[in-house]
Nanobody, 124 residues
């Protein structure tokens, strides 16, 4: 099983950009579907994006579609979330997540491995 460590969070103004990274340790990273979830204060954790382990399918929540891009570098065991046109509503703790050989579809992606989270704050 992989272990996940996120980085790249911080404070950004509305309209700005941030890139989150998630470094995975362990074996067989390329066999894991990787994703990002977020949790705002007082709210439930929600799906943001996922990328299929085979690399060809990316799925996004409607709220971030067109603004966020998920990508992965299997040689570096890292998954990224490029966040553009940030909005105050994007403020949350962002979690990297993984599950081996999983679908990337939001309804079926049930990660069994989570990172510790990285805080993103977007000011208006």
């Amino acid at each position: 099983q992989v272990q996940l460590v996120e980085s790249g969070g911080g404070l950004e103004q509305a309209g700005g950009s941030l890139r989150l990274s998630c470094a995975a340790s362990g074996r067989s990273f390329s066999t894991y579907t990787m994703g990002w979830f977020r949790q705002a204060p007082g709210q439930e954790r929600e799906f943001v994006a996922a990328m299929h382990w085979a690399g060809s399918n990316k799925v996004y929540a409607d709220s971030v579609k067109g603004r966020f891009t998920i990508s992965r570098d299997n040689a570096k065991n890292t998954v990224y979330l490029q966040m553009n046109s940030l909005e105050p509503e994007d403020t949350a703790t962002y979690y990297c997540a993984a599950r081996k050989f999983s679908t990337a579809q939001a309804i079926g992606f049930m990660p069994d491995t989570w990172g510790q989270g990285t805080l993103v704050t977007v000011s208006s």
